[in-house]
């Protein structure tokens, strides 16, 4: 069984990441080198993000309206350079968190360990 962090690093955040860097290619315009660098990660992860090897099960986020609107504003801040780059830090921790506070970590942990169908602990322990 992974634990609910494990996830988030292996799958959530990719995700994330991946919708951003197809947001900013796509809708912005920018080289895959622009996003790198703006992103602080490198070009050959974002051709991978925009082919869709990394970071692919962004499903979660498209069907949720509030969770795709904090990526399309992420993406915007990063697109006009309006975001500093601890701030890019604490933004991804804010959707996370309302991963969480969704429920939807719980949804991605159970289809990976069935084991815990029943499991609430992280509603329960973890308010925000």
């Known amino acids: ?9 292996q799958e959530i955040l990719p995700a994330v990441r991946a919708m951003i860097a197809v947001n900013l290619l796509k809708t912005y315009g920018l080289s895959q080198k622009e996003v790198a660098e703006r992103m602080g990660t490198t070009q050959p992860a974002v051709s991978q993000y925009k082919r869709e090897i990394r970071g692919y099960k962004t499903l979660f986020i498209r069907r949720n309206p509030e969770l795709l609107n904090m990526v399309q504003e992420l993406s915007k801040k990063l697109a006009y350079k309006k975001i500093p780059v601890e701030e890019l830090t604490f933004e ?3 959707i996370c968190i309302e991963i969480r506070k969704k429920g939807l970590l719980c949804e991605i942990h159970k289809k990976n360990s069935p084991e815990l169908e029943n499991c609430d ?5 973890f308010k925000f």
């Open 1 to 9: 069984m992974k634990p609910p962090c494990e996830i988030i690093s």
């Open 121 to 125: 602990l992280c509603l329960r322990e």
């Open 92 to 94: 991804f921790c804010k």
